[in-house]
């Protein structure tokens, strides 16, 4: 299994167990689900009936997004100015690791980035705004969106953010 993370700070941010895809050679969506997580409580993966999921949560246990939960990411929020200036340094960092650990993408990912974020600011309303565990304000930001369906939840990671290891 690979663990991917977040090259700033180190944090856990997802892992290749979830459905994932690369966007425009710029971004991973990593596909997520709701879950129930009870205290105490293992997941095994296995989903429960509509009848168990009801009765779990009138036991005090909570509805959570899997990749929330699993890498212990915070939710955070922002308005579009603040999130253009978080960005604008994200990016800074992650093109001066670029230039230490792989100078020949430099370029691209420039370029990609800068095309990827006008999609983003473009439909910054749909988006949920979380930071890895240490809440570090330098690292990557993750924005959850909702597939076509609306009820399906996704992931937006940078992929030049991210560096994998294997567990």
């Known amino acids: 299994m690979l663990i991917y993370q977040d090259i700033i700070t180190g944090d856990e941010m997802c892992s290749d167990s979830f ?19 009870k205290e105490g409580d ?23 997004n899997n990749v929330v939960h699993s890498f212990r990411l915070q939710a955070t929020s922002f308005d579009k100015k603040s999130y253009l200036t ?27 980035a800068a095309a990827f974020a006008k999609k ?3 439909n910054f309303k749909d988006f949920e705004f979380y930071t890895g565990e240490s809440m570090n304000p330098d690292g990557m ?5 909702y ?9 937006t990671f940078w992929k030049d953010g991210l560096k994998e290891y294997k567990v």
């Open 42 to 64: 293992v997941d095994i993966g296995a989903n429960p009936s509509a009848e168990e999921a009801e009765e779990a949560l009138e036991n005090g246990a909570e509805q959570k």
């Open 120 to 122: 983003i600011v473009g």
């Open 147 to 155: 597939r076509e369906d609306g009820t399906t939840p996704y992931f």
């Open 86 to 112: 978080y960005l604008k340094g994200y990016m800074k960092s992650v093109k001066a690791k670029l230039q230490e650990t792989n100078p020949e993408r430099v370029e691209a990912f420039e370029k990609g």
């Open 19 to 37: 459905d994932m895809k690369e966007v425009d050679g710029i971004a991973y969506e990593c596909d997520c689900a709701m879950i129930i997580v």
């Open 141 to 145: 930001i993750a924005l959850l969106n």
